[in-house]
């Protein structure tokens, strides 16, 4: 059937900290409920990780998706050098999400050059994510069916 397709394998997601950000009760929840409530297969990296280290765990693990959480003030730089690094890698399919505080203006640019496919406040909801992950996934699933 064209343009639908049913999941048989759950969706692999990546959730990850960069650099000396200590901040990640959010990000802590969002992988329990990714998992327990979305059904996805979620690998949390924990704190203090290079770049180099978590896109070597996206190749080895076949992700199909990865939130990064920021919370001090690095986004910019964080989210363009993991973009570029998976480009770089021959990755340049995987879907790529921020959590944390960010400018809105600073949203906008990141968005509208590629950088991430979206971004999410504190504020936002486990389900708005699950939601957005599926919709995003399962588009991406029927581009690639065409």
Same mark, same amino acid.
């Given at each position: 059937?064209?343009?639908?397709?049913?999941? +048989?394998?759950?969706?692999?997601?990546?959730?990850?900290?960069?650099?000396?950000? %200590?901040?990640?009760? !959010?990000?802590?929840?969002?992988?329990?409920?990714?998992?327990?409530?979305?059904?996805?297969?979620?690998?949390?990296?924990?704190?203090?990780?290079?770049?180099?280290?978590?896109?070597?765990?996206?190749? !080895?693990?076949? =992700?199909?998706?990865?939130? +990064?959480?920021?919370?001090?003030?690095?986004?910019?730089?964080?989210? %363009?050098?993991?973009?570029?690094?998976?480009?770089?890698?021959?990755?340049?399919? +995987?879907?790529?999400?921020?959590?944390?505080?960010?400018?809105?203006?600073?949203?906008?640019?990141?968005?509208?050059?590629?950088?991430?496919?979206?971004?999410? %406040?504190?504020?936002?909801?486990? #389900? %708005? =994510? =699950?939601?957005? =992950?599926?919709?995003?996934? #399962?588009?991406?699933?029927?581009?690639?069916?065409?």
């Amino acid at each position: 059937m064209r343009g639908r397709w049913i999941s +048989i394998v759950k969706i692999k997601v990546l959730l990850g900290k960069t650099g000396l950000d %200590s901040q990640n009760k !959010k990000i802590r929840s969002l992988a329990r409920g990714l998992k327990e409530v979305g059904g996805m297969d979620v690998i949390y990296t924990g704190l203090y990780r290079s770049m180099d280290e978590i896109v070597e765990e996206v190749i !080895k693990k076949e =992700i199909d998706v990865v939130g +990064i959480s920021t919370y001090n003030g690095s986004h910019m730089t964080v989210f %363009s050098e993991l973009k570029q690094a998976l480009e770089d890698r021959g990755y340049r399919h +995987i879907i790529l999400f921020g959590e944390g505080l960010i400018p809105l203006q600073d949203q906008e640019i990141l968005k509208e050059v590629g950088v991430v496919a979206e971004i999410f %406040s504190p504020a936002a909801s486990t #389900e %708005s =994510i =699950i939601e957005w =992950i599926n919709r995003v996934v #399962e588009s991406r699933v029927c581009e690639d069916e065409m």
